[in-house]
């Protein structure tokens, strides 16, 4: 296995609230789509991120959607500085998503900070801390 990840996908319950979490509140770029497909893609720096509907997403791997609560995966998203880390937590909650651990130090060296999109992925917002400053 090469190993590389190239694409995460989130169930979501509303894909359009999805679209407009990522799309228009964190701005990543989105992929041209129809306005009835039930996917969207967003082209990142080595990956893409995509959002496809929840029970869809359960059908399609032969599991049951009813899963609630921490699902064991967050997804981190690392930048250069800790007013980074700032910037980026204040974006999502601007955008609708729920600050779940606002930035601190971190017990790792680093300072990082959680938030939520509208179905409770949670993302890492981190500036890994690599050197003494």
Request: proline share 5%; net charge negative.
């Amino acid at each position: 296995m090469n190993p590389q990840i190239t694409l995460v996908t989130l169930g979501v319950s509303d894909l359009a609230e999805s679209i407009r979490f990522y799309r228009d509140g964190l701005r990543l770029p989105i992929q041209e789509r129809e306005d009835d497909s039930n996917a969207a893609f967003f082209p990142l720096d080595g990956t893409w991120l995509s959002l496809y509907p929840r029970e869809l997403l359960a059908d399609d791997a032969t599991i049951t959607a009813d899963g609630s609560g921490f699902s064991g995966i967050t997804i981190a998203h690392n930048v250069s500085t800790k007013e980074a880390v700032d910037k980026v937590l204040d974006e999502a909650e601007a955008a609708g998503g729920r600050i779940m651990k606002p930035a601190q130090e971190a017990f790792w060296g680093g300072y990082s900070g959680y938030f939520a999109d509208p179905d409770q992925h949670l993302w890492e917002v981190a500036y890994p801390k690599l050197t003494d400053e």
